[in-house]
């Protein structure tokens, strides 16, 4: 093993040497810009563009004209949200999850500011939506609904088949933040009823500053305002020189987690129920945040109350873990998403999540759990001492 062990694959993963190989040729012999369309370089780099392309639209079951390659899913969530607002002025009114991503939460308060009324529909003690209280906040006044696919924190599986149903039933456009889900869950734009879809390169094994949105454009298109304004890339969507290598980094990324998915959710899931058994068996009063059924494969988030945090991370530095979100990790406040789920404040200040992925191993989570166990129990009796 190679410490410090790593379990914070929802942070960012580490780029599959398969994904390397694919990219490496469009640093150096394939470097072409995809927009020259005059000579082989261009031409090259626009036909690997498109493959990949095509890569990314069958791990969602989209048409190929309906990706739009960004450079993460924080700008897929922005041009999402923003741009659809900015085509349409006919209604004023956004649905979303305190849960969700800031990059969401953020998007969302902006409207807001620009005279947009936000509701947040209520979430459950579980972490699912309330669907009920989703139906009643959804009126015809309705532009869009934006609940995340899978929790980036505490990996909260939302039912996406009935939100899309009942957004289409309204004519409300339907965005899902699926950054987490992608590649680790089937998803099926067609199935769901989903308009729009944020994907992050390096949530799935491919590498940093690459992303992609899914837009609907059979049935009801969806029509949105672009972001930037340049030379027309993305068929206008996105004017910038496309990153060649990462977007073949993505399609190749994609294409794995396709033929993968089944047998690695399957053994992910295995090595996170048996931490997840030996945490519940070596240690009383944690909590487990969020619904156990309708999870991610690869996540678990636990509370340790009567412990700092700060001090249970710094006495685990042979072990890669976080307390939530990357992007709010330098910020000493509870966790949102956890606070949401209406537990005590110990428990909102003590998650610790556990993000598995494709190359912990059977040792590692032994070591792992043993790890926890010992320093919890130890941490626990140097406070009763103290206080003592």
């Given at each position: ?14 780029v599959?040497?398969r ?59 922005n ?41 947040f ?100 298109p ?6 930037m ?5 993305e ?52 909590h ?15 509370s ?73 129990k ?11």
């Amino acid at each position: 093993m190679k410490f410090p062990l790593y379990f914070d694959y929802h942070a960012t993963t580490p780029v599959d040497p398969r994904v390397l190989q694919a990219m490496l040729p469009y640093f150096t012999e394939n470097f072409g810009n995809p927009a020259s369309r005059n000579h082989k370089f261009g031409w090259t780099a626009a036909t690997a563009v498109e493959n990949a392309r095509k890569q990314v639209a069958k791990v969602i079951n989209a048409s190929v004209k309906e990706i739009v390659f960004t450079s993460s899913a924080s700008e897929s969530n922005n041009l999402a949200i923003k741009g659809l607002a900015q085509s349409r002025r006919d209604r004023k009114h956004v649905v979303t999850m305190a849960t969700e991503h800031k990059s969401v939460l953020n998007s969302a308060k902006r409207l807001a500011e620009e005279g947009f009324k936000v509701t947040f529909a209520r979430v459950q003690p579980d972490g699912l939506v309330d669907l009920e209280d989703l139906r009643r906040v959804v009126t015809e006044k309705t532009l869009l609904v934006s609940i995340m696919a899978a929790n980036n924190e505490i990996g909260v599986l939302q039912p996406l088949g009935e939100i899309g149903r009942i957004c289409r039933e309204r004519g409300v456009v339907f965005h899902t933040d699926a950054s987490q889900a992608t590649g680790k869950i089937p998803l099926d734009v067609e199935a769901m009823q989903i308009d729009l879809l944020s994907i992050a390169g390096h949530k799935m094994y491919a590498p940093k500053g690459v992303g992609a949105l899914y837009l609907r454009r059979r049935g009801n298109p969806v029509e949105l305002t672009p972001a930037m304004d340049g030379g027309g890339h993305e068929e206008g969507l996105r004017s910038s020189t496309l990153n060649v290598p990462g977007i073949v980094g993505l399609g190749r990324a994609c294409e794995i987690c396709r033929q993968e998915m089944p047998e690695e959710s399957m053994r992910l899931a295995g090595l996170r129920d048996k931490l997840k058994d030996g945490l519940l068996a070596g240690l009383d009063g944690i909590h487990l945040n969020g619904s156990l059924e309708h999870r991610l494969p690869n996540n678990l988030n636990f509370s340790f109350p009567g412990i700092e945090l700060a001090t249970l991370l710094a006495a685990l530095n042979d072990l890669a873990l976080s307390s939530g979100s990357a992007c709010t990790s330098g910020i000493p406040e509870p966790s949102y998403v956890v606070q949401a789920l209406g537990v005590s404040d110990e428990i909102a200040n003590t998650p610790l999540r556990f993000g598995l992925g494709r190359f912990n191993t059977e040792e590692e989570i032994d070591f792992c759990l043993n790890r926890v166990v010992e320093t919890v129990k130890k941490l626990r009796e140097m406070g009763s001492t103290a206080a003592a």
